[in-house]
């Protein structure tokens, strides 16, 4: 399709739509939208494109019409245990749309897809059939390779892939029984068999050393290798040399600093102080400038796209940009010049921003900083040099301000802990630690969550094409459902619309309490996922009219489009293209699926080490929490290693258990003794099962609160 030649494609629906005689033949749209006859054949063109990415629908006779004029939603699959799926819409002013096994066609979970609504019953989701693949988001798979008599087959890892794939003999390359294998689908067939493919790498064993992570990459259409011509990109960018222009801020003689974990490589931001007198002080919060390396359009930023984020695994990280960018030119490394996008804010112990400007700057950090590090500063025996420890304590007061500030909004903290499992050199793990939440992590984060806010806000007043990161409020059902379980342990909600500050008001009534562990867990379920959008929503959980993601470039696609659009808007002073508006909605969905994605594959690399961790815990007794109850029985989290188990509810031998959903318990028939999350309970492992990725526990007795082991 000719760049030249654009219509806009909000003003091609808004014809569809107002057509009164239904889907429209593309010369009566061409009329309708004043298309010049030499101007027809690119517009034709522009047609199929969009055709092709189901933001319009072709019917019979080669007329066209908008998606939702005939009852078409996109959108991306998400199965469920059962193999039914929800169909989660692209646009949010549209409800999910369940879809039965039946009717999913060749569908496959994470696709993109088109479903028409068939129906749609009262005070559910409406249901539909898919029509359409758009996209297929798995183009490989990874299963267990099983030898038949006639043919082979594998079995996927991830249940929620559907049927197994068929390997014909002669595509089964190398595999042996029982070998971990990467394949492709040959072709997708129809629903009812098995679709046919092809072996395109052994992993090998389960069993051994790095199969299981090497499992959980591939198996998340991960990959560790960028293409041969992106690598070139970027090596070519990389060498450009760093010098100040007229269109940057010399900055080089300011002093920042990192603070990041101690094996980070990947430096996105720097701050730096300074005392203007009077209670008053110049933060300066400085961004790696990748939108300067990354050309929109250019094929690292297609690859950067396709990835939309980096991944951090348990034992390496798959970065979004290749590493002459992402931990070369684009990290802001000491000692070494680099350009950034800054923000200067100008803001007292209050935290009350009296201004701020934008600018590009070239920088040069002083140190980089471990968080462990500047915390040892804060605490007083640690110590970087005069300078730099007198900035980092500025810097916590100025940040506490902030913090205060939003905790009056009502900002919702629920401080989870989290895990860190370390390996030897093998790969193996030999211990699990709970990672403890700093004050230099919240001193970092407070700069961050400033810097987002007022992007965004900036983001919307000039009315650029941005990607906000959205939390709405829990939904009317689950808010319903909370109001209920907090009213059988004695607390409130009021009747009115829910707002943050009612949530947080709750988490500090409990906290300390026995039931603190309860009610922040089931508070925290209520909540939405948030996600990003190119219209501002608002973010709940933060109590923020406005936020955005900028802070992290080297490591979110969404933060380099709006860096992009930051500076094309609000720096150079001019308008963005059309085009840049009308990809949003489509890159934000991308962003949005790919975040989550990572997000699992995270998940799942650490859960598989912990896995591994407690085989050799075989027999061993620990104390717990209970974390969840479901009808098959209820998890336990274990205090000293972080690690989840199930007690099966056939293993409750003492009683019938029956599942009370609205107070999250198992409660015995009989004697009524139950099992609620955030009682105590100490349990004895008594089966690890790697292949199926989960533990078991049996009871042993109820904890005395306070007893740990």
Same mark, same amino acid.
């Given at each position: 399709?000719?760049?030249?030649?654009?219509?806009?494609?909000?003003?091609?629906?808004?014809?569809?739509?107002?057509?009164?005689?239904?889907?429209?033949?593309?010369?009566?749209?061409?009329?309708?939208?004043?298309?010049?006859?030499?101007?027809?054949?690119?517009?034709?063109?522009?047609?199929?494109?969009?055709?092709?990415?189901?933001?319009?629908?072709?019917?019979?006779?080669?007329?066209?019409?908008?998606?939702?004029?005939?009852?078409?939603?996109?959108?991306?699959?998400?199965?469920?245990?059962?193999?039914?799926?929800?169909?989660?819409?692209?646009?949010?002013?549209?409800?999910?749309?369940?879809?039965?096994?039946?009717?999913?066609?060749?569908?496959?979970?994470?696709?993109?897809?088109?479903?028409?609504?068939?129906?749609?019953?009262?005070?559910?989701?409406?249901?539909?059939?898919?029509?359409?693949?758009?996209? +297929?988001?798995?183009?490989?798979?990874?299963?267990?390779?099983?030898?038949?008599?006639?043919?082979?087959?594998?079995?996927?890892?991830?249940?929620? /892939?559907?049927?197994?794939?068929?390997?014909?003999?002669?595509?089964?390359?190398?595999?042996? $029984?029982?070998?971990?294998?990467?394949?492709?689908?040959?072709?997708?067939?129809?629903?009812?068999?098995?679709?046919?493919?092809?072996?395109?790498?052994?992993?090998?064993? /389960?069993?051994?050393?790095?199969?299981?992570?090497?499992?959980?990459?591939?198996?998340?259409?991960?990959?560790?290798?960028?293409?041969?011509?992106?690598?070139?990109?970027?090596?070519?960018?990389?060498?450009?040399?760093?010098?100040?222009?007229?269109?940057?801020?010399?900055?080089?003689?300011?002093?920042?600093?990192?603070?990041?974990?101690?094996?980070?490589?990947?430096?996105?931001?720097?701050?730096?102080?300074?005392?203007?007198?009077?209670? /008053?002080?110049?933060?300066?919060?400085?961004?790696?400038?990748?939108?300067?390396?990354?050309?929109?359009?250019?094929?690292?930023?297609? =690859?950067?796209?396709?990835?939309?984020?980096?991944?951090?695994?348990?034992?390496?990280?798959?970065?979004?940009?290749?590493?002459?960018?992402?931990?070369?030119?684009?990290?802001?490394?000491?000692?070494?010049?680099?350009?950034?996008?800054?923000?200067?804010?100008?803001?007292?112990?209050?935290?009350?921003?009296?201004?701020?400007?934008?600018?590009?700057?070239?920088?040069?950090?002083?140190?980089?900083?471990?968080?462990?590090?500047?915390?040892?500063?804060?605490?007083?025996?640690?110590?970087?040099?005069?300078?730099?420890?007198?900035?980092?304590?500025?810097?916590?007061?100025?940040?506490?301000?902030?913090?205060?500030?939003?905790?009056?909004?009502?900002?919702?903290?629920?401080? %989870?802990? $989290?895990?860190?499992?370390?390996?030897?050199?093998?790969?193996?793990?030999?211990?699990?630690?709970?990672?403890?939440?700093?004050?230099?992590?919240?001193?970092?984060?407070?700069?961050?969550?400033?810097?987002?806010?007022?992007?965004?806000?900036?983001?919307?007043?000039?009315? /650029?094409?941005?990607?906000?990161?959205?939390?709405?409020?829990?939904?009317?059902?689950?808010?319903?459902?909370?109001?209920?379980?907090?009213?059988?342990?004695?607390?409130?909600?009021? +009747?009115?619309?829910?707002?943050?500050?009612?949530?947080?008001?709750?988490?500090?009534?409990?906290?300390?309490?026995?039931?603190?562990?309860?009610?922040?867990?089931?508070?925290?379920?209520?909540? %939405?996922?948030?996600?990003?959008?190119?219209?501002?929503?608002?973010?709940?959980?933060?109590?923020?009219?406005?936020?955005?993601?900028?802070?992290?470039?080297?490591? +979110?696609?969404?933060?380099?489009?709006?860096?992009?659009?930051?500076?094309?808007?609000?720096?150079?002073?001019?308008?963005?293209? %059309? =085009?840049?508006?009308?990809?949003?909605?489509?890159?934000?969905?991308?962003?949005?699926?790919?975040? %989550?994605?990572?997000?699992?594959?995270?998940?799942?690399?650490?859960?598989?080490?912990?896995?591994?961790?407690?085989?050799?815990?075989?027999?061993?007794?620990?104390?717990?929490?209970?974390?969840?109850?479901?009808?098959?029985?209820?998890?336990?989290?274990?205090?000293?290693?972080?690690?989840?188990?199930?007690?099966?509810?056939?293993?409750?031998?003492?009683?019938?258990?029956?599942? +009370? $959903?609205?107070?999250?318990?198992?409660?015995?028939?009989?004697?009524?003794?139950?099992?609620?999350?955030?009682?105590?309970?100490?349990?004895?492992?008594?089966?690890?099962?790697?292949?199926?990725?989960?533990?078991?526990?049996?009871?042993?007795?109820?904890?005395?609160?306070?007893?740990?082991?």
């Amino acid at each position: 399709m000719s760049r030249s030649f654009h219509v806009p494609e909000a003003k091609v629906l808004k014809a569809l739509r107002a057509s009164r005689h239904g889907p429209m033949k593309p010369k009566a749209l061409a009329r309708v939208l004043e298309i010049r006859p030499g101007d027809y054949k690119p517009f034709r063109a522009q047609l199929r494109d969009m055709e092709g990415r189901g933001v319009v629908y072709r019917v019979k006779g080669g007329r066209y019409a908008a998606p939702d004029r005939i009852s078409l939603v996109r959108g991306r699959v998400s199965t469920i245990r059962s193999g039914d799926a929800f169909i989660r819409a692209d646009e949010i002013t549209h409800e999910d749309v369940f879809v039965r096994s039946g009717d999913l066609a060749t569908a496959m979970d994470g696709d993109r897809v088109v479903v028409r609504v068939e129906h749609h019953p009262r005070g559910r989701n409406p249901v539909g059939r898919v029509i359409k693949v758009l996209e +297929r988001a798995h183009p490989t798979l990874v299963g267990t390779f099983h030898s038949g008599r006639k043919i082979g087959y594998i079995v996927p890892l991830d249940r929620k /892939m559907g049927p197994d794939v068929l390997i014909p003999w002669g595509d089964e390359g190398d595999a042996e $029984e029982g070998d971990v294998v990467v394949i492709a689908i040959t072709s997708y067939g129809a629903r009812r068999r098995g679709p046919p493919g092809e072996v395109k790498r052994v992993l090998g064993p /389960m069993g051994d050393p790095g199969v299981d992570v090497l499992s959980v990459l591939f198996g998340h259409g991960l990959s560790l290798e960028f293409p041969p011509a992106v690598e070139s990109a970027a090596k070519e960018a990389a060498e450009q040399p760093v010098a100040a222009g007229d269109d940057r801020e010399d900055c080089r003689d300011l002093m920042l600093f990192t603070i990041d974990p101690v094996d980070a490589k990947d430096h996105d931001d720097a701050l730096s102080i300074r005392d203007l007198g009077s209670g /008053m002080y110049e933060v300066g919060i400085h961004i790696a400038d990748v939108s300067h390396y990354v050309p929109r359009g250019g094929p690292v930023d297609a =690859e950067a796209l396709d990835r939309g984020t980096s991944v951090y695994l348990v034992d390496r990280t798959v970065p979004m940009l290749p590493h002459a960018l992402s931990s070369g030119a684009c990290s802001l490394r000491p000692d070494e010049d680099r350009y950034a996008f800054s923000l200067f804010a100008r803001l007292g112990l209050d935290g009350e921003v009296h201004e701020h400007r934008f600018v590009r700057t070239v920088v040069r950090s002083r140190h980089k900083l471990a968080y462990e590090t500047a915390q040892e500063v804060l605490d007083g025996p640690g110590s970087v040099d005069p300078e730099t420890d007198a900035a980092i304590r500025d810097l916590d007061r100025v940040a506490r301000g902030l913090r205060a500030r939003r905790q009056e909004r009502g900002s919702i903290d629920f401080d %989870q802990p $989290e895990a860190r499992v370390v390996l030897d050199d093998d790969g193996a793990p030999i211990d699990i630690q709970r990672v403890a939440r700093l004050d230099a992590h919240r001193l970092v984060e407070d700069f961050m969550l400033l810097a987002n806010e007022l992007v965004a806000r900036t983001g919307e007043a000039k009315r /650029m094409p941005v990607l906000y990161r959205v939390h709405e409020r829990p939904s009317v059902e689950k808010t319903e459902s909370l109001r209920e379980f907090l009213a059988t342990l004695g607390h409130t909600l009021p +009747r009115r619309s829910l707002r943050p500050r009612d949530l947080q008001s709750v988490l500090e009534g409990v906290r300390g309490e026995p039931e603190e562990a309860l009610v922040s867990t089931v508070v925290l379920r209520s909540m %939405q996922r948030a996600r990003y959008a190119p219209e501002n929503l608002g973010h709940f959980g933060l109590a923020l009219s406005h936020y955005a993601h900028f802070t992290s470039p080297i490591r +979110r696609y969404p933060d380099l489009v709006t860096h992009r659009a930051m500076v094309r808007v609000l720096l150079e002073k001019k308008a963005a293209p %059309q =085009e840049w508006s009308e990809e949003l909605t489509e890159v934000a969905e991308r962003c949005s699926w790919r975040e %989550q994605a990572a997000t699992q594959a995270e998940r799942d690399s650490v859960a598989l080490k912990k896995i591994e961790f407690m085989e050799r815990h075989l027999g061993d007794e620990f104390d717990g929490t209970v974390a969840g109850v479901a009808s098959f029985g209820f998890f336990v989290l274990l205090d000293r290693y972080f690690v989840e188990g199930l007690v099966h509810v056939n293993a409750l031998e003492d009683d019938y258990y029956e599942f +009370r $959903e609205r107070e999250f318990a198992l409660v015995g028939s009989r004697r009524g003794r139950r099992f609620r999350l955030g009682d105590r309970v100490r349990v004895q492992v008594a089966r690890v099962d790697k292949e199926e990725r989960h533990v078991d526990f049996v009871l042993l007795q109820a904890v005395p609160r306070g007893a740990s082991g």
